[in-house]
């Protein structure tokens, strides 16, 4: 049974830094993408950045790039988001998702939601002074 499951969300001041987890069970990601979508209220989801497993490829939206990197570990079978130079912006849930197992990344993109079929259930990340 395939689980996605967030942590590493919390309170931060701007200018501050956090470091989300992504840990996945039930599948191999070694052919798979993981990404990291967020949803802020009243907002419409977005996708943040993305890491491909089979050539280590990444994507970033232009609202994160130079500030958020994303990272994989597979041996925990762990994707992370490190975070910095947060923006009370960047306020939101943060989901991680995978293209398991139909790889619809490549017809879709990677930063589109329709390329995802499984999804966490999310962290919230806050930042304000």
């Known amino acids: 049974q395939v689980h996605l499951v967030e942590s590493g969300g919390g309170l931060v001041q701007p200018g501050g830094s956090l470091r989300l987890s992504c840990a996945a069970s039930?599948?191999?990601?070694?052919?798979?993408?993981i990404s990291w979508f967020r949803q802020a209220p009243g907002k419409e989801r977005e996708g943040v950045s993305a890491?491909?497993?089979?050539?280590?490829?990444?994507y970033y939206a232009d609202s994160v790039k130079g500030r958020f990197t994303i990272s994989r570990d597979n041996y925990k079978n762990t994707v992370y988001l490190h975070m910095n130079n947060l923006k009370p912006e960047d306020t939101a849930v943060y989901v991680c998702?995978?293209?398991?197992?139909?790889?619809?990344?490549?017809?879709?993109?990677?930063?589109?939601?329709?390329?995802?079929?499984?999804w966490g259930q999310g962290t919230q990340v806050t930042v304000s002074s």
């Open positions: 890491i491909n497993f089979s050539d280590d490829r990444t």
């Open positions: 039930g599948f191999t990601l070694d052919y798979y993408a």
């Open positions: 998702a995978t293209d398991y197992p139909n790889h619809k990344t490549a017809a879709f993109g990677h930063l589109r939601d329709m390329a995802y079929d499984y």
